[in-house]
């Protein structure tokens, strides 16, 4: 039978450690010989990116819901390069996805259900990794950036919303990594976690949520 690459995906709060960690796992397959493509959200680089990054650094304001919107607009844009990337047997990993367009707005106050809807059928990852941190840890690391969402209270809030989605989550797609360790031990147990999930998969790709 054939197979088809899996959908990683990377998640958590503000300064955990995603992008660094989605490239020390792209390394690691690289160096195995595996087919791999890594892809983040925002993607800034298109129109509608650049509309986020404006709203991001503060340059622009849009109402709640018209943001969370783009957002959404912004992983459809790339929805069919991800199944086409995966029929082709590619592992594709993901810094960042619709779990956070629902935490990051939840927080703000709009509802769980009026959140998640946008994002309904979007390619479901096989596989979350959820980067837990505290507020205070994330702190530490250099401090929160200037972006709009880098705030001690708004990340408490998130990380409570993270929970929730994890909760009505199985087991399987969704592992908590307690990503207040040091990089090269993060790092270990990603490659573990992830790794019987890159010898490519037979089921067909699931859709959220
Ligand atoms: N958002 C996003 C929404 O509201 N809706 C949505 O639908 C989506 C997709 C931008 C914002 O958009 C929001 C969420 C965000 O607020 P972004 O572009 O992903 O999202 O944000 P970035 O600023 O790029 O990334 P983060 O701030 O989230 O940081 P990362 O990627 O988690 O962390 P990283 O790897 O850059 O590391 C941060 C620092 O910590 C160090 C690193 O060297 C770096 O200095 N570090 C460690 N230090 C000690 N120990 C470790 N284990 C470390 N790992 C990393
Ligand atoms: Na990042």
Redesign the pocket.
């Known amino acids: 039978m054939s197979t088809r690459g899996a959908f990683i995906v990377v998640e958590?709060?503000?300064?955990?450690?995603?992008?660094?960690?989605?490239?020390a796992l792209q390394t690691r397959l690289e160096n195995e010989g595996i087919l791999c493509k890594l892809l983040?959200?925002?993607d800034?680089t298109t129109a509608i990116g650049q509309m986020?990054d404006s709203y991001?650094r503060s340059q622009s304001e849009l109402d709640d819901r018209a943001?969370?919107l783009l957002?959404?607009a912004?992983?459809w844009e790339l929805a069919s390069t991800i199944e086409k990337l995966l029929a082709a047997g590619t592992t594709v990993i993901c810094?960042?996805?619709?779990f956070?367009?629902?935490?990051?707005?939840a927080a703000k106050g709009l509802t769980f259900e009026w959140c998640r809807s946008p994002d309904v059928s979007l390619p479901a990852p096989d596989l979350t990794l959820f980067?837990d941190i505290t507020p205070e840890a994330?702190r530490s690391?250099?401090g929160?950036?200037e972006?709009?969402?880098?705030k001690e209270e708004?990340q408490r809030k998130?990380r409570e919303v993270f929970r929730r989605i994890s909760s009505e989550l199985d087991e399987a797609s969704w592992v908590t990594i307690d990503?207040?360790?040091?990089?090269?031990?993060?790092a270990d147990e990603i490659w573990s976690v992830s790794r019987p999930f890159t010898k490519g998969l037979s089921i067909p790709i699931q859709r959220l949520w």
């Not at 958590?12 to 490239?23: E, I, P, Y």
């Not at 990503?179 to 993060?186: M, Q």
């Open positions: 958590g709060l503000d300064r955990a450690g995603k992008t660094t960690q989605v490239s983040k959200f925002p800034r986020i991001l943001i969370h957002f959404s912004n992983r810094d960042r996805y619709a956070s367009g629902v935490a990051f707005s980067l994330a690391r250099g929160y950036g972006e709009r969402y880098e708004m998130v990503a207040g360790r040091d990089l090269d031990t993060v």
